[in-house]
């Protein structure tokens, strides 16, 4: 059975005028929401580090939003296989990435008043994790809507073929997300696509326009390629 990744793009903006897309980076994975959200009951909570290696003593950065709104940012080295935590308490994490790959597997917790309860792993050769649309504002007041827009992938990485594989979004609370498959200039669905966007505000257009919509159920979903 083949399994399915998400992985990021190479360019991730976090504001509106730097490049966004490009090819697959299979050192950041897609941030899932039951990773990064709601920490601490709700309250907000440190993270807590650690790998089963003890060569792992680079810096990783974190970022996300503490419980008043404020967005932080802040570095933590690595200790290898000793537990360590960062400073600032975060509501959500949107980011969590290494300055070097993995030695070996790295555990990301909830510090949870010293007992660690696991979010996600970083596995070695990786980086880490992330969200997309990071520092992401709305449009001002009565001004024009505001769109955004980023690229991520689903990585097939067994030897398995990937055959059936459908994508779809089984939830969108405010009904303000949608998503189309990325294409080449002949208009046909790729793989290990590369375009990019001169910013998050540009709408790619390699496949000569695409047809954004909710793909909300299986019934609607976009088939995939292999990859």
């Known amino acids: 059975m083949a399994t399915i990744i998400f992985y990021l793009s190479q360019n991730r903006p976090e504001d509106d005028v730097s490049t966004s897309g490009g090819a697959v980076d299979r050192k950041m994975r897609w941030l899932a929401r039951a990773d990064g959200d709601s920490l601490g009951g709700g309250a907000g909570d440190k993270l807590d580090f650690v790998s089963d290696n003890a060569g792992d003593t680079c810096n990783v950065t974190v970022a996300g939003y503490k419980a008043d709104g404020t967005w932080v940012q802040e570095v933590v080295a690595l200790n290898g296989a000793a537990h360590v935590q960062t400073t600032n308490e975060y509501l ?3 980011k969590c990435e290494m300055a070097a790959d993995a030695v ?3 555990t990301v917790s909830e510090y949870n008043g010293g007992a ?3 979010k996600f792993t970083i596995p070695a050769g990786e980086r880490g994790a992330a969200a997309v649309f990071l520092k992401a504002k709305a449009e001002a007041a009565g001004g ?3 769109k955004l827009y980023e690229k991520v992938f689903l ?3 067994d030897a398995d073929a990937l055959t059936g594989c459908k994508t779809y979004m089984s939830q969108d609370e405010d009904a303000e997300m949608k998503l189309d498959l ?3 200039v002949g208009g046909n669905t790729v793989t290990g696509g590369t375009e990019q966007v001169a910013n998050r505000l540009t709408e790619p257009n390699v496949g000569g326009g695409y047809t954004w919509a909710d793909h909300a159920t299986a019934g609607t979903a976009h088939v995939c ?3």
């Open 92 to 94: 959500h994490m949107r």
């Open 104 to 106: 070996g597997v790295i």
């Open 116 to 118: 660690p309860a696991e």
């Open 144 to 146: 024009a809507t505001k």
């Open 155 to 157: 990585v097939n990485p």
């Open 182 to 184: 990325e294409e080449d």
């Open 225 to 227: 390629g292999d990859n």
